[in-house]
């Protein structure tokens, strides 16, 4: 007998590799031994390098044949040393392969299944294979741990895992135990059907054996028929214990043979068919949850097509509930209305009956009968008048009508149903208040033109009290178009509708225009008196969603044209493209000139030069001049001004300085040239023109504000030589203070030439006293209180210091800002030789202000610094991260977010954090989990199923220990070291509650730089400019005060985030950062947006902001009555969409 | 800074309340009863009143109206009295403007300043804001809010847009005006009283039909005529922050949200809030 094991053989294994588990070395072994000198057989599937069959075919020196199967093409060319041992290629399953093995040996007496150990082919295998296998046989399967894997066809429950399988066998191994009359088919019948392979039950019943190891299954096949318990064999007399009855039959069949006992026996068993149904269920069910969440959270993945798909849903909502507000507007309105005339209606008819009465008595008087020729003529006079007036009462009214009706529309649950949830075109809800007030489209389409226009005729009638409706009634599309629409091309003008356009400058024709036919924009023209207009063509997505298979998404539908009015009226043609180079006339207009044309002395048109608007101003001003010398005449303060003109650089053009002081409606008190004794060469020494030389000009060279010699004057204002102030200047500040007489500081706007010759109008924030500290943005544009500056003792080193000096402590209630510009500065906005005063000042202010630090220049900013403070004690800072352990593919990397950003607050920052606190959703992997307990994150879970920011941030807020808190998102990158420095800085002052910074896109260009307020929203500034932009008055390299702040990276107190209960818990997605920032400005504090900090957030470029219109109107509701306006944006005078900063003149609507 | 109205602007109430050198003048405060929240209104006032001196001598009169029980007309009585208010009951019809009128002929004095029930003074020297217009710069009529707004669409007896006219929850004029101008007119309906307001022959329009000028007068004390009330910074405009009496419907705009402001303004003062669309020339009657 060979001395050496299974396992010796294995280890001294040298060329082909085979593979096994030490288990099954042991194991091999203890079932072989037996056969390992008789003349076997032996069948394995799965042959891989044949290392197996030289192994087993050295172990087995007697054996007969030892077969390998493989479905592997490549496994026939293995050269084998032993005779003994072939290969057959083929699926081991079907019957050719069968023949094939068969054709090698009869029976087996060992099979071995090293196969594909997937389920479903295991259980094929073993019924195709087991006829095979011969007396006392052994079939052995290997790596039995693949059925619990999925990717196996297998799970621990699975019900036809191979595991279920075998495990299903040991009962039918037992089937005489059943005690039901029930076939051991029955129950191997499901894995046969699965499998699609004949039950061999003669042979399954003869497998006496089923041994369960790690990962290995064997069993053994009697040589009789089936396996059987046997006889019960009793030996022994004594039973003093238990009782053994010695004639017992051992059958419990017959108790249990009834149909009760059959259906308790099997019914709680689930049938393996139910069980796969099941799990085909959970399976599917799965996959819904999965979609649903996908659905949910997809968005905040910005996964383009989810995105898209989104916008536009909140597109469709948004046109929506605008329309339903509007309508809802409206109707308000005009039920207010309906309930006035019905109380005058009664009112009317109880007096028309007294009249009545009276009229009957007077006009049997003699006195009325000789007066008749007299009313007559009366009458006549004003016969015209009364016409008008009684078309358009009855027009109103026509009005009230059709909004009462709108209104009986809109109760209808059914319509408002289907106006919230299905409705996202025009069509759309035609279509649907159609359908559900029973109306055909014929009178849809006659009472909703005619409400259209009463409509337009009551919003004229009551904003310009032009009379439109005429104008309404006639306008149209021509009979042309009637035809060319029947041949699929769309057309629709929004505004302006009718003939009849009254106006004062000028109209933009807006619509759109589609060709069904080349699903693309149909081409649209326009002429005004005669000559071309340029047309604007731009991609409309409600049209094209109008016309989902008829029109591409990227057809330039929309078009606008600007068509200006030409004298007292202009003829405006519009024409349509009905074909190449054929044209249809589809509407038509009259523009006529409202009011005189004296009126349109002061008009300009509203383009957005400000050059030209400055214009219009100075002339709005100047046509009120008169009016306001008689305000002067009785003000009741009239405050003395100070006028130093600060000459000690430059005299240069001092004459004009002072000439436009000459000619201030409100004249100065004192004027003072500061510096008479420099520049001291004789080429540059002032000069002033004879006429403005007079005694009224003061000079001095050094500044004391406790001179007597400004005992009685009330404000001073400095101003530079060649810089002039308009003629209201110093009238606008009086005025200003006669408005609010505890005003200390008053500044205005300003404009600068530039070298194109456009001047740059500076349209400053309100107080910001963080900007201030950065950047001197008041500068030569405010009066200061003389008693403030004489109480403080002010020394004077320059302007800017004494600003900064004169607000070291001033109160945010004691400035004012007037929007108007008031001065033209001679110079243009632009880098001075040297900044050292400027640096001297704002150290100045770092001391007084007990800070210790230094001042560093902002590399792109003009004239403007950061004040960077050394912490004697650093503030302990808790990072607060909320993380859905998202990993997102940027720039063609996978970034597993929250491992990168943690690790780079770790590795990349100079500033040592208390603590980083992750606010999962329970959901981290074992590596995220791994990666954060190594750096030492907190991580508390967030349990709800419900997404809500707000309330993952509040609770990581919660559990943070740190004095400041530092809230982020896990989607940024650091790019500087001393980033938490920087941010800190302005936590050394006592009022700042928030610091935010500037966030850039991947591509680094600026994706946050502040948040401003237009039309109510809160949106982010100068979005998409380039990371070195130094903004708007250095309004992105410098630091500016806001009202908000992006929460993606804002840095807070943790104390005041507690005392304002963090974020409302109301705004789960949008908003609550701008929100929690309002609440922190009206607890007091400001709020900081710092440029000397730059992060990466990778929020994709193209990603548009959305928000749930719930949570807008609850930010409506809650801020937009106390901040119709923001302070720190000029709406008026600077771009709103996108708020850029760049001057452009908009409608004032407030 | 300098004060050239000193003489008569002391901060004195003893001063403001006797002074024999300068024009005498009435103010009046409408109280209604019937009006379920007429107590804190009276309170409101009497606060702001209290809080901020007139900076002109002026005799306060509390004009009580409508009051359903006795318990409440005694409350009210004593709550004006004890800040020495001229008590004056009168009769509950012709609304309000016809209690003005009662009282006003009723009263000796040259001049009255009248305000209704829901105000409230903002700032201080409010009453020689009014009287400085009147008597250094002979405006006829002043008031604290004025609108272009029109009741055409309702009632087409109204003038069309823009229709110009003073509102009168805060006015002062010469009394004999007033009393001339109320002297034809019966109140007897709510039509009545808007009509007095802004239409056809208001107060606005009979006092500028006489060839005289009126002005909203704002907390800066200018007096802009109608062809500045658009950016006189008072009534439905950006923030009101030149307005130094508020009411009801200057606090219901405040508070309204930014869209309703819009609807608000737009409906108040149409384009005319942008400085190139002035008044047609016909309107144009600043001067």
């Known amino acids: 007998m060979p001395s050496e094991t299974f396992r010796d053989l294995f280890e001294a294994h040298r060329g082909k590799a085979s593979d096994k588990w030490d288990l099954y070395l042991k194991v091999y072994e203890e079932i072989f031994a037996p056969l390992r000198d008789k003349p076997m057989t032996l069948l394995e599937i799965g042959v891989q390098n044949g290392g197996s069959l030289d192994i087993l075919a050295d172990y087995f020196r007697n054996a007969k044949a030892i077969v390998g199967v493989d479905i592997n093409p490549q496994c026939a060319s293995l050269p084998f040393e032993s005779e003994r041992i072939s290969v057959i290629i083929g699926d081991a399953k079907s019957g050719k392969t069968r023949e094939g093995i068969s054709s090698r040996a009869a029976l087996f007496d060992v099979i071995i299944d090293d196969g594909s150990h997937v389920s479903n082919d295991i259980i094929a295998t073993f019924f195709h294979l087991v006829p095979l296998l011969g007396d006392n046989g052994i079939y052995v399967v290997e790596d039995m741990h693949a059925s619990y894997w999925k990717e196996y066809g297998g799970e621990l429950f699975a019900p036809y895992s191979a595991a279920a399988f075998f495990k299903t066998l040991t009962d039918v191994l037992n089937h005489e135990h059943w005690s039901l009359n029930k076939p051991p088919a029955d129950l191997l019948q499901p894995f046969a059907n699965r499998v699609q392979a004949a039950l061999p039950m003669d042979h399954l019943e003869r497998i006496e054996s089923i041994t369960f190891l790690n990962s290995i299954c064997i069993m053994r096949k009697t040589a009789g028929e089936r396996t059987t318990l046997g006889a019960r064999r009793i030996t022994g007399r004594e039973s003093n214990i238990a009782k053994i009855e010695r004639f017992e039959a051992f059958s419990r069949k017959a108790e249990l043979h009834s149909a009760e006992d059959y259906f308790r026996a099997w019914q709680p068993q689930p049938p393996l068919e139910a069980l796969a149904a099941k799990a085909r269920l959970v399976a599917d069910l799965k996959q819904q949850m999965a979609d649903h969440i996908e659905q949910v959270v997809g968005p905040t993945r910005e996964r383009p097509a989810t995105h898209q798909r989104t916008r536009e849903q909140n597109n469709g909502w948004m046109q929506v509930r605008k329309q339903k507000r509007s309508l809802a507007e409206q109707l308000n309105h005009a039920q207010q209305q309906i309930g006035e005339q019905s109380r005058m209606l009664i009112e009317f008819r109880q007096e028309a009956d007294q009249l009545r009465h009276h009229l009957m008595q007077m006009h049997q008087s003699s006195s009325w009968r000789l007066t008749y020729p007299l009313r007559l003529a009366k009458r006549v006079i004003r016969f015209s008048w009364h016409l008008q007036h009684a078309f358009f009462s009855n027009g109103s009214f026509l009005v009230s009508f059709g909004f009462r009706l709108l209104s009986q529309m809109l109760t209808e649950p059914d319509l408002a149903e289907a106006t919230m949830h299905r409705v996202h075109t025009d069509a759309d809800l035609r279509s649907e208040i159609m359908q559900t007030v029973g109306m055909t489209p014929a009178e849809y389409a006659a009472l909703s033109a005619l409400a259209r226009h009463m409509e337009k005729g009551y919003r004229a009638l009551r904003t310009t009290g032009r009379r439109l409706l005429l104008s309404r009634l006639l306008s149209g599309a021509t009979r042309a178009y009637q035809g060319v629409r029947q041949r699929g091309v769309r057309f629709h003008l929004d505004e302006p509708q009718g003939i009849i356009v009254p106006t004062r400058r000028g109209v933009v024709f807006r619509g759109w225009a589609v060709d069904t036919n080349t699903k693309e924009a149909a081409e649209v023209r326009v002429f005004a008196g005669g000559q071309p207009v340029r047309v604007d063509r731009y991609k409309r997505g409600d049209v094209t969603a109008a016309f989902p298979d008829q029109v591409s998404k990227n057809a330039k539908a929309a078009f606008e044209a600007k068509v200006a009015l030409r004298g007292r009226s202009t003829w405006v043609r519009v024409e349509l493209a009905s074909a190449p180079d054929r044209w249809v006339l589809v509407h038509r207009a009259l523009l006529r000139l409202v009011g005189s044309i004296e009126a349109t002395d002061l008009r300009s048109k509203r383009t957005g030069d400000s050059a030209e608007w400055f214009d219009v101003l100075q002339n709005h001003l100047a046509a009120q001049i008169d009016e306001m010398r008689e305000h002067i005449d009785t003000m009741i303060l009239r405050p003395a001004f100070l006028v130093i003109i600060d000459a000690r650089k430059s005299g240069h053009n001092l004459d004009v300085t002072i000439g436009s002081l000459r000619a201030q409606i409100y004249r100065a008190a004192g004027v003072v040239v500061l510096g008479r004794d420099r520049p001291d060469d004789d080429n540059n020494r002032i000069q002033l023109a004879p006429a403005v030389s007079d005694e009224t000009v003061q000079w001095i060279d050094r500044l004391d504000v406790c001179a007597p010699l400004f005992a009685n004057l009330d404000y001073l204002l400095f101003i530079e030589p060649g810089d002039r102030i308009v003629p209201s200047a110093l009238y606008s500040f009086a005025s200003a203070i006669n408005r609010d007489p505890t005003s200390e500081l008053i500044y205005s706007d300003e404009l600068f030439p530039t070298s194109s010759g456009a001047p740059l109008p500076f349209h400053k924030p309100a107080w910001s006293p963080d900007y201030l500290e950065c950047f001197d943005y008041i500068g030569h544009s405010g009066v200061f209180s003389m008693a403030r500056a004489r109480r403080l003792s002010l020394p004077f080193t320059s302007v800017y210091d004494f600003t900064l000096r004169f607000t070291d402590s001033l109160g945010h209630d004691l400035v004012a800002h007037l929007d108007d510009l008031l001065f033209e500065r001679a110079a243009p906005f632009a880098r001075k030789m040297t900044g050292d005063d400027d640096v001297a000042a704002i150290l100045g202010r770092l001391e007084r202000t007990g800070r210790n630090g230094i001042v560093a220049p902002a590399p792109s900013g003009i004239n403007c610094y950061h004040a960077r403070v050394r912490w004697e004690r650093a503030p302990e800072i808790s990072v607060v991260i909320p993380t859905a352990g998202y990993t997102k593919l940027i720039a063609g990397r996978d970034i597993d977010l929250i491992v990168n950003i943690t690790q780079q607050i770790v590795e990349r920052s100079t500033y040592r954090t208390a603590e980083i606190v992750v606010v999962d959703n329970g959901d981290l992997n074992e590596c995220q989990k791994n990666h954060l307990a190594k750096l030492g994150c907190r991580s508390v879970t967030f349990e709800e199923q419900a997404f809500n920011i707000a309330k993952k941030l509040n609770l990581g807020a919660s559990v943070a220990k740190g004095e400041l808190l530092l809230l982020m998102n896990d989607d940024m990158e650091i790019v500087q070291e001393d980033w938490i420095e920087r941010l800190c800085d302005h936590m050394a002052k006592p009022d700042v509650g928030v610091v935010g910074c500037k966030l850039l896109y991947p591509d680094r260009s600026t994706q946050h730089v502040g948040v401003i307020h237009y039309h109510g929203n809160p949106d982010h500034v100068r979005r998409g400019y380039p990371a070195d932009d130094a903004g708007y008055f250095n309004s992105t390299c410098g630091v500016r005060n806001y009202l908000a702040v992006t929460g993606a990276c804002m840095l807070t107190r943790r104390a005041l985030y507690q005392q304002l209960g963090g974020y409302a818990l109301q705004l789960a997605v949008s908003y609550n950062d701008a929100d929690f920032c309002l609440n922190v400005r009206a607890a007091g504090y400001r709020v900081v947006y710092t440029g000397d900090v730059a992060l990466v957030h990778m929020e994709s470029l193209s990603r548009v902001p959305s928000a749930n219109l719930d949570e807008v109107r609850y930010y409506h509701e809650r801020w937009t009555p106390k901040l119709p306006e923001d302070p720190f944006y000029n709406e008026r005078f600077l771009t709103l969409a996108p708020p850029s900063f760049e001057p452009r003149t908009n409608d004032r609507l407030l | ?287």
């Open chain 2, 1 to 287: 800074m300098t004060d050239c109205f000193d003489a008569i602007t002391s901060r004195d109430p003893a001063v403001e309340r006797c002074s024999n050198d300068v024009p005498s003048t009435a103010v009046g405060f409408l109280l209604r009863g019937a009006d379920e929240n007429w107590l804190p209104s009276a309170r409101r006032f009497l606060a702001s009143f209290k809080a901020h001196p007139g900076g002109f001598p002026h005799v306060p009169h509390v004009m009580l109206k409508g009051f359903a029980d006795q318990i409440a007309l005694s409350e009210a009585e004593q709550e004006f009295r004890k800040e020495g208010f001229v008590i004056r009951h009168l009769d509950d019809d012709g609304f309000d403007i016809m209690a003005y009128a009662r009282w006003a002929q009723d009263l000796d004095s040259e001049y009255i300043c009248v305000f209704n029930t829901h105000s409230e003074i903002l700032a201080d020297n409010w009453l020689a804001r009014f009287m400085r217009n009147i008597i250094q710069n002979g405006i006829a009529m002043v008031s604290a809010t004025a609108s272009f707004e029109t009741l055409n669409h309702v009632w087409s007896i109204f003038p069309p847009f823009p229709n110009m006219h003073l509102r009168s929850n805060a006015f002062c004029l010469r009394r004999e005006l007033f009393v001339q101008c109320v002297a034809d007119l019966t109140f007897q309906k709510k039509l009545d009283a808007f009509l007095f307001e802004s239409g056809p022959r208001s107060l606005t329009t009979q006092i500028i039909n006489a060839g005289k000028r009126v002005a909203v007068v704002g907390r800066d004390g200018r007096a802009y005529g109608p062809r500045w009330w658009p950016f006189s910074g008072t009534f439905r405009q950006g923030t009101q922050s030149n307005l130094f009496v508020a009411d009801n419907v200057t606090r219901a705009y405040d508070e309204a949200e930014r869209s309703e402001k819009i609807r608000l303004a737009a409906a108040t003062w149409g384009d005319y809030l942008n400085e190139d669309c002035p008044l047609p020339s016909k309107h144009s009657l600043a001067r």
